[in-house]
């Protein structure tokens, strides 16, 4: 039997992938009510923070330093929710942190930038990633996986093959996640009548667009904008073109586990994120070059039975491997593993730093421009900075000399 525990989550906000994941394990959870979930930030997008109140859960927003370390010290485990958010560093590090069994989720994979800092899966008590590829990387400590990623509750069918074949992408609409050959790799398929639909928001400037324009076939891409129903939107497709950038900063990958349960054939690259979901020739098609990737992209085409095959694979590997009831179940495990151990204090600011630029360039240790817009929640917040960069230290610790100098110093 489940022995009682109050698991105390510290989370930045409630907003994108991490949202989703949380509302969709509490949904299933029957012992919601012994979780509570303190944002460090008012909830903008109210919607998974509802649905986690809604599952029995509580949800304390933006609470004073007072009520926050009461919370904490309450705890029989602390869960942070962990990606390269300010707020999340500062809290780690200028919070005089109770002893408790620290457990950190992180919602980034390590692999690429925002790195990991070293060391900070050894001050975890335990440390758990949302994909199996953040293991290759060089760590300590007590290192698990819990996926974060989920099929849709309600797939629809996959329709049937029609005489012009629709692939599509959902997800970010930016160089930034999007593989740099995207657009290259759908102007070489030669002799089809096809096209690719294209959801999610863009900018009507940006490099996308660019892209598509200067292609040969324009006329195959379809800018579909953003979506509310990815479940309608994947009704109408026959397959889901996904080739991501070497390094984008992705690990459940929502969007291409939602595709796999609808039962589509997924084309993905051989990025460690993807081939942790992807199973080449089974579940799908994992390319290695542009070349493979357009051949393998011409195949599907051509054969529905292929697409059929790999679709029908797909939707039965993510029934059994991506449900919120499986990662339920692995966090269950990990409570009872630490309710066994006893409370600590852990030293994060040793792995993290003392300071906002230390946080910030343990995260882009080379202050990458182009990584350094990168978050797990794909882009920008409403009117603000970009979730993690620069700008977004700066806006959270506007008087900081440090930071301020360092900024100075990029601008000469």
């Given at each position: 039997?489940?022995?009682p525990?109050k698991i105390?989550?510290?989370a930045?906000?409630?907003g994108?992938?991490?949202?989703?994941?949380?509302?969709?394990?509490?949904t299933?959870?029957?012992s919601?009510?012994?979780?509570?979930?303190?944002?460090?930030?008012?909830?903008?997008?109210?919607?998974?923070?509802e649905?986690?109140?809604a599952?029995?859960?509580q949800?304390?927003?933006a609470?004073?330093?007072?009520?926050?370390l009461?919370?904490?010290a309450?705890?029989d485990?602390?869960q942070?929710?962990?990606?390269?958010h300010?707020?999340?560093?500062?809290?780690?590090?200028?919070?005089?942190?109770?002893a408790?069994r620290y457990?950190?989720w992180?919602?980034?994979?390590?692999?690429a930038?925002?790195?990991?800092?070293?060391?900070?899966?050894?001050?975890?008590?335990?440390?758990?990633?949302?994909?199996?590829?953040?293991?290759?990387?060089?760590?300590s400590?007590?290192?698990r996986?819990?996926g974060?990623?989920?099929?849709?509750d309600?797939?629809?069918?996959?329709?049937?093959p029609g005489?012009?074949?629709r692939?599509g992408y959902?997800?970010?609409?930016?160089?930034?996640?999007?593989?740099?050959?995207?657009?290259?790799i759908?102007?070489a398929?030669?002799?089809?009548d096809?096209?690719?639909?294209?959801y999610?928001?863009?900018?009507?400037?940006g490099g996308?667009?660019?892209?598509r324009?200067?292609m040969?076939?324009p006329?195959?891409?379809?800018?579909?904008?953003?979506?509310?129903?990815?479940?309608?939107?994947?009704?109408g497709l026959d397959?889901?073109?996904?080739p991501?950038d070497r390094?984008?900063?992705?690990?459940?990958?929502n969007?291409?586990?939602?595709?796999?349960?609808?039962g589509?054939a997924p084309?993905?690259?051989?990025?460690?994120a993807?081939c942790a979901i992807?199973?080449?020739?089974?579940?799908?098609?994992?390319?290695k070059?542009?070349e493979e990737a357009?051949?393998a992209?011409?195949?599907?085409?051509?054969?529905?039975?292929l697409r059929?095959?790999?679709?029908?694979a797909?939707?039965v590997?993510?029934a059994?491997r991506?449900?919120?009831?499986?990662s339920?179940?692995?966090f269950?495990?990990?409570?009872?593993?630490?309710?066994?151990?006893?409370?600590r204090?852990?030293?994060?600011?040793?792995?993290?730093?003392?300071g906002?630029?230390?946080w910030?360039?343990?995260?882009?240790?080379?202050?990458?421009s182009?990584?350094?817009?990168?978050?797990?929640?794909?882009?920008?917040?409403?009117g603000?900075?970009t979730?993690g960069?620069?700008a977004?230290?700066?806006a959270?610790?506007s008087e900081?000399?440090?930071l301020?100098?360092?900024?100075?110093?990029?601008e000469?």
């Amino acid at each position: 039997m489940t022995q009682p525990r109050k698991i105390v989550h510290l989370a930045a906000h409630l907003g994108g992938g991490v949202g989703k994941a949380h509302a969709a394990i509490r949904t299933v959870d029957p012992s919601a009510a012994d979780h509570c979930y303190i944002l460090l930030e008012p909830a903008r997008d109210r919607r998974y923070a509802e649905a986690i109140a809604a599952a029995g859960a509580q949800i304390v927003e933006a609470p004073d330093r007072g009520r926050l370390l009461a919370l904490l010290a309450g705890a029989d485990i602390v869960q942070v929710e962990f990606w390269n958010h300010p707020r999340i560093y500062e809290a780690l590090v200028r919070l005089p942190l109770p002893a408790c069994r620290y457990l950190l989720w992180s919602h980034i994979s390590g692999l690429a930038p925002p790195l990991i800092a070293e060391g900070l899966t050894e001050a975890a008590e335990i440390f758990v990633y949302t994909s199996a590829c953040s293991l290759s990387r060089p760590a300590s400590g007590d290192r698990r996986v819990v996926g974060s990623g989920f099929g849709l509750d309600n797939p629809p069918k996959r329709r049937p093959p029609g005489p012009r074949p629709r692939a599509g992408y959902l997800g970010t609409v930016d160089f930034v996640k999007m593989s740099p050959d995207f657009f290259a790799i759908i102007d070489a398929v030669e002799g089809i009548d096809f096209d690719v639909a294209v959801y999610g928001a863009f900018d009507r400037d940006g490099g996308p667009i660019r892209a598509r324009a200067a292609m040969r076939h324009p006329e195959r891409v379809v800018m579909m904008g953003q979506t509310d129903d990815p479940a309608a939107a994947l009704a109408g497709l026959d397959l889901f073109f996904y080739p991501l950038d070497r390094s984008h900063f992705g690990t459940a990958e929502n969007a291409l586990v939602e595709a796999m349960s609808a039962g589509l054939a997924p084309l993905v690259l051989d990025n460690p994120a993807e081939c942790a979901i992807v199973s080449d020739g089974r579940t799908g098609l994992v390319a290695k070059t542009r070349e493979e990737a357009a051949a393998a992209l011409a195949g599907l085409l051509r054969t529905p039975a292929l697409r059929e095959r790999l679709g029908d694979a797909a939707a039965v590997d993510s029934a059994r491997r991506f449900r919120p009831e499986v990662s339920r179940d692995a966090f269950s495990a990990i409570y009872n593993d630490l309710m066994t151990r006893p409370k600590r204090r852990p030293d994060f600011a040793a792995a993290l730093g003392a300071g906002p630029l230390d946080w910030y360039l343990g995260s882009f240790p080379h202050d990458l421009s182009s990584a350094s817009d990168r978050s797990p929640e794909g882009s920008r917040s409403s009117g603000g900075p970009t979730k993690g960069s620069l700008a977004h230290f700066r806006a959270c610790f506007s008087e900081d000399a440090a930071l301020e100098r360092f900024a100075a110093e990029r601008e000469l």
